[in-house]
């Protein structure tokens, strides 16, 4: 089957992982934007939560642009492995601090993964239509 074009493509972990590390770039950056603005602003503790689902999903979109950007095709997969990468490790922090799954944790996943795949198709969209031109 090799050399026919008929084998499936590997999924690169490589690039994968640097797109993880660059979103999380991303994250941190928006997070410390956002707390730059709460201390400004003098917002109170509550601003956090919905701040943070912010810049944690403005994250996962970026590195599921960029995975589906650089794959150049199977966009939703990028999108998803990137989303699933970011809920992975938001599960991991709220099991290290100890605390109670809690249905905003579930939205705050659901929403991660959401922006993941809608990173990842706009990135295959974007590499699609730069072929084009």
């Known amino acids: 089957m090799s050399g026919n074009g008929n084998s499936p493509a590997k999924f690169p972990a490589g690039r994968a992982l640097v797109s993880f590390g ?3 770039c991303v994250t941190g950056a928006c997070m410390a934007g956002l707390a ?3 201390a400004q602003q003098g917002l ?3 601003a ?3 701040m943070a689902t912010c810049a944690v999903s403005a994250g996962s979109l970026f590195s599921g642009w ?3 950007f650089w794959q150049k095709s199977r966009g939703l997969l990028c999108g998803v492995v990137q989303g699933a990468l970011f809920v992975f490790l938001l599960l991991c922090f709220g099991l290290l601090s100890g605390s109670p799954l809690q ?8 929403v991660t993964l959401l922006f993941g795949c809608i990173g ?3 990135g295959m ?3 699609e239509r730069k072929r084009r031109v």
Not at 103 to 110: A, P, T, W, Y
């Open 36 to 38: 730059a603005l709460m």
């Open 66 to 68: 960029l995975m589906a």
């Open 22 to 24: 660059a979103g999380c």
């Open 125 to 127: 969209l974007r590499s």
């Open 48 to 50: 956090a939560w919905p």
């Open 44 to 46: 109170s503790q509550n």
């Open 120 to 122: 990842g198709v706009l």
């Open 103 to 110: 249905e905003m944790q579930l939205v705050r996943f659901g």
